[in-house]
């Protein structure tokens, strides 16, 4: 009898021990994780709307570009983060330890990654510029074989940096048909329409662009200036914001794999006392 009411209080005490895991540190978590999983399903969900609005059996042919389908990029960036919140929900929520270890681990790697990405863009700048460099002019190259691809451009060329091609408006002859030998195009010897520069028209002319390559009055009508040049310009008059942004981030992703390796602690130390009770 008597050693049955010292289990009796021993199982007491550990069902009151159970509540030292902290309720404040798992909803936290939980709500964290949450906001971060809503946030990867809406942008994988905008990224499958258009990929689904193009021909689907075409793109999957650039499955192994990603940066020539911003889609495809939505899509995959998406999906990864809508399963790290999922493990990241469930593993605080059921209080699952492993579920909160591969939260921990994917959250590391993906912040050791940015880490060594900054690492090597600041020791090799250089050749990281010329990777951008030759990976915008694959983009003017097939600026009217993806729409969306097209948009991109439109929007960082007018509202973004107001630039025109990669160095210079020049660049846009490597497209077939802004090309001045090209034969049939109304747009030879032209650039898009957001390489103009604004004006005070109620209608947009988006014919503004024709033959300006060759137009000897084009400074005064396009952006000249590529968005190379311009985005370094930008970088460094925006360089602190920049900064800021990408501090908060890590700063962010520090502080998640902090509470999921303490939940995962207080988890497992209230197991071990549980079964040192019984």
């Not at 951008?132 to 002019?137: A, F, G």
């Not at 003017?140 to 408006?169: F, H, M, P, T």
Request: proline share 2%; aromatic share 12%.
């Amino acid at each position: 009898m008597d050693m049955y009411k010292t289990r009796k209080v021993k199982g007491s005490r550990g069902r009151r021990d159970k509540t030292e895991v902290s309720c404040c540190m798992k909803y936290l978590m939980f709500g964290f994780n949450v906001l971060f999983w809503l946030v990867g399903a809406g942008i994988c969900a905008i990224g499958l709307w258009a990929w689904t609005e193009k021909d689907m059996f075409s793109n999957i042919g650039q499955i192994t570009s990603v940066t020539l389908d911003p889609a495809l990029f939505f899509i995959i960036t998406g999906g990864v983060m809508f399963i790290i919140g999922f493990c990241g929900c469930i593993g605080a929520l059921r209080e699952n330890t492993c579920l909160l270890m591969f939260f921990s681990v994917a959250v590391g790697l993906i912040f050791a990654m940015e880490l060594l990405i900054g690492i090597l863009a600041f020791a090799y700048k250089d050749w990281i510029k010329n990777q951008i460099e030759s990976q915008v002019k694959t983009m003017i190259i097939n600026y009217r074989e993806d729409l969306d691809l097209q948009n991109l451009i439109d929007w960082v060329q007018q509202d973004w940096l107001k630039c025109c091609g990669v160095n210079s408006y020049a660049d846009w002859e490597l497209n077939r048909y802004f090309n001045c030998s090209s034969k049939g195009s109304i747009e030879a010897c032209g650039v898009p329409f957001s390489c103009c520069k604004p004006t005070n028209d109620v209608i947009k002319n988006r014919h503004c662009g024709f033959g300006m390559i060759s137009n000897a009055d084009r400074e005064t009508k396009i952006y000249t200036e590529g968005c190379i040049p311009s985005g370094e310009k930008w970088l460094g008059t925006n360089l602190i914001p920049v900064a800021a942004v990408a501090v908060g981030i890590a700063v962010v992703q520090i502080l998640g794999i902090c509470f999921a390796s303490i939940l995962r602690c207080d988890v497992n130390a209230q197991k071990a006392k549980w079964g040192y009770d019984y």
